[in-house]
Nanobody, 115 residues
């Protein structure tokens, strides 16, 4: 059974930093893409960052230069280092692993940035 376990969320002041982690387990396939999405109430879930197995990354414009996604392929773990956090970064952050027609999601971790 595929499981994505996130950790690292919490409350931080504007300008501060947090590091999210997501450990994937139960995969019967090689994980090519790992990513982070976020969602606030009343809005659609949006892509924050994505990383391919070889290291290629993409970022939402709103987080470029502030967030860094990385992964440890041996541990099937993806990280999101978030610096210079802003109140508008407040959201539930979800780990994502797509595989052909399947999308696997974590249960989410709340990040709250106070002004």
């Amino acid at each position: 059974q595929v499981q994505l376990l996130e950790s690292g969320g919490g409350l931080v002041q504007a300008g501060g930093s947090l590091r999210l982690s997501c450990a994937a387990s139960g995969m019967t396939f090689s994980i090519v893409i790992m990513g982070w999405y976020r969602q606030v109430p009343g809005k659609q879930r949006e892509l924050v960052a994505r990383i391919w197995r070889a290291g290629t990354t993409v970022y939402a414009d709103s987080v470029k230069g502030r967030f860094t996604i990385s992964r440890d392929n041996a541990k099937n773990t993806v990280y999101l280092q978030m610096n210079s956090l802003k109140p508008e970064d407040t959201a539930v952050y979800y780990c994502n692993v797509p595989n052909y027609d399947m999308n696997y999601w974590g249960t989410g971790t709340l990040v709250t940035v106070s002004s």
